[in-house]
Nanobody, 127 residues
Framework: QVQLVESGGGLVQAGGSLRLSCAASGRTFSRNAMGWFRQAPGKEREFVATSSGSGGSTYYADSVKGRFTISRDNAKNTVYLQMNGLKPEDTAVYYC????????????????????WGQGTPVTVSS
């Protein structure tokens, strides 16, 4: 059974940092595109960051560019989201996602491209 399990969320003051982790089990995702999405209360899920299957390419939403960094440790089958300079508008439940296929140098911002999803980890940024 394939599972993605996020961790690392919590309450932090504005300007602070958090590192989210997404540990995969049941299969390896070392060559699959991985992504982070978030959903704030009352809003639709939105793209945050993505890493290509090769890990050589990343892409970020404009709202987090320069503050968030996606990385992956294929040996641990884990993807991370380092979040610095957090703002109250970053408050949301954060989800990691993975494609079921090898994506090579491609990454995806469209949530419909992803087949596996974690249960989410909440992040609250206080002002």
């Amino acid at each position: 059974q394939v599972q993605l399990v996020e961790s690392g969320g919590g309450l932090v003051q504005a300007g602070g940092s958090l590192r989210l982790s997404c540990a995969a089990s049941g299969r390896t995702f070392s060559r699959n595109a991985m992504g982070w999405f978030r959903q704030a209360p009352g809003k639709e899920r939105e793209f945050v960051a993505t890493s290509s299957g090769s890990g050589g390419s990343t892409y970020y939403a404009d709202s987090v560019k320069g503050r968030f960094t996606i990385s992956r440790d294929n040996a641990k089958n884990t993807v991370y989201l380092q979040m610095n300079g957090l703002k109250p508008e970053d408050t949301a439940v954060y989800y990691c996602a993975a494609t079921t296929y090898y994506s090579g140098s491609y990454y995806f911002t469209d949530s419909r491209r992803y087949d596996y999803w974690g249960q989410g980890t909440p992040v609250t940024v206080s002002s």
